[in-house]
């Protein structure tokens, strides 16, 4: 049972367009999310987040917004540059006692922006 | 400036040997997680530590033991190699404090023949 849904396992954008990347999720105990991005042999690096309590943030060209009742999340990135080709992971984020976080990590979306 | 640190970058076991994953970080942060990749899948956690002498279960922690006897290292074993622990293997340390990112290793690709 999939806690935290990419739907779309692929994206292409043009250079200088705006790349949507989505994400739904299903538990209402997730209290923070994020998201990361991965270049291959390499670890995924934190990109950006959002407190439940907020339904937007930006950060220069990164944009997520949050829809709690429809429990989405999305992340626009405006304009779109090939060094933004990479595989995007949301991230969904649970108390889970004794002062701890664990995260529940989607499928991912491999993003692709054509010069 | 190394971050997460985490060794051997590649492996190839064969079924039923045993082996260390090891993942060291510099930030001393007191949070530390293993977590697994399969292809086309998301991180699944496998352990956390949220201190030195403390480790806890993840979602698929079966065939996995992990020590924490200092706040820089966790190392990860297999103990009785098997295919389906093929996989890549991230580890990831944060700060304890709200609203901290995980920081990631660049991985260990595991192969099991």
């Known amino acids: 049972d999939q806690q935290v849904k990419q739907n779309s396992p692929s994206l292409s954008v043009q250079e200088g367009r705006i790349s949507i990347l989505n994400c739904d999720y299903t538990?209402?105990?997730?209290?923070?999310f994020l998201w990361y991005k991965k270049y291959p042999a390499e670890g995924p690096t934190f990109l950006i987040s959002i407190s439940s309590i907020k339904d937007k943030n930006e950060d220069g060209r990164f944009t997520v917004f949050l829809n709690k009742s429809a429990k989405h999340l999305s992340l626009h990135i405006v304009p779109s540059q090939p060094g933004d080709s990479a595989v995007y992971f949301c991230?969904?984020?649970?108390?889970?006692?004794?002062?701890?976080?664990?995260?529940?990590f989607g499928k991912g979306t491999k993003l692709s922006v054509i010069p | 400036n190394a971050g997460v640190t985490q060794t051997p970058k590649f492996r190839i076991l064969k079924i039923g040997q045993s082996m260390t994953l090891q993942c060291a970080q510099d930030m001393n942060h007191n949070y530390m997680y293993w977590y697994r990749q399969d292809p086309g899948m998301g991180l699944k956690l496998i352990y956390y530590?949220?201190?030195?002498?403390?480790?806890d279960k993840g979602e698929v922690p079966n065939g996995y033991n992990v020590s924490r006897s200092t706040t820089e290292d966790f190392p990860l074993r297999l103990e009785l190699a098997a295919p389906s622990q093929t996989s890549v293997y991230f580890c990831?340390?944060?700060?304890?404090?709200?609203?901290?990112?995980?920081?990631f290793g660049d991985g260990t690709r595991l192969s099991i023949l």
């Open positions: 990831a340390s944060t700060r304890q404090g709200s609203n901290q990112p995980q920081h």
């Open positions: 530590s949220v201190g030195a002498g403390i480790t």
């Open positions: 538990n209402s105990m997730f209290d923070y």
């Open positions: 991230a969904a984020r649970e108390y889970s006692g004794a002062g701890s976080y664990q995260l529940t």
